[in-house]
């Protein structure tokens, strides 16, 4: 248990994909200018990572390994996420169509987003099994969902704010996500498998 404490937080705050890890940058910087919008994409990506976590391990498991080839990894783990996005895109599309709308190219872009691959190769690379994988998928998820949500609220105080003209734009959006990166960094120092006694 302690050690999934670990991965779990260790994903959340310590390895999290945007601010440490620099995956999922796109859709980060694409769909953060309202905690709406980021609020769906957290779920979406939440969903599709958590899902392509437990599938690609069981593919790797009981199909790559089995018959011998991995070098179809990627190949596979982009079909499966190919496959959950267009779960959610049509499921999005029936039961929210203005946040459909709203997430826009940006939903099909998590098919291309690093940060779903990224999260299912190192399930692979470090060993995970099942459970480890699954929980590893929620929490890195999770850590990109709250770094988006903080990221868009900042975003909406921005708008309303007195900005000098030459930070206005992509400008100020990213030196304000540097700074965001920064203070996740402060994390950096924290040994969770001591702190939970591993």
């Not at 099909?108 to 399930?123: E, K, R, S, W």
């Amino acid at each position: 248990m302690a050690r999934l404490l670990v991965i779990f937080f260790s994903a959340i705050l310590i390895n999290n994909f945007v601010v440490s890890r620099f995956l999922g940058i796109c859709p980060f910087l694409g769909v953060s200018k309202q905690v709406e919008t980021a609020t769906g994409m957290g779920m979406a990506v939440t969903f599709v990572m958590t899902v392509a976590s437990a599938i690609c391990w069981l593919f790797q498991r009981f199909l790559l390994d089995a018959l011998n080839i991995g070098f179809m990894q990627t190949t596979l783990y982009i079909l499966v996420i190919a496959f959950l996005v267009q779960l959610v895109e049509m499921v999005l599309q029936k039961t929210s169509p203005a946040l459909y709308q709203a997430l826009g190219i940006y939903l099909p872009l998590i098919t291309t987003n690093c940060a779903v691959l990224g999260v299912a190769l190192i399930n692979f690379n470090e060993g995970y099994n099942f459970i480890e994988a699954v929980v590893n998928g929620f929490a890195a998820a999770l850590g990109f969902s709250i770094v988006i949500i903080i990221f868009a609220g900042i975003r909406e105080r921005m708008a309303i704010a007195e900005i000098p003209k030459s930070l206005q734009g992509f400008s100020i959006a990213l030196l304000t996500a540097s700074l965001l990166s920064i203070s996740f960094f402060g994390f950096q120092g924290f040994n969770l498998a001591k702190i939970f006694g591993l």
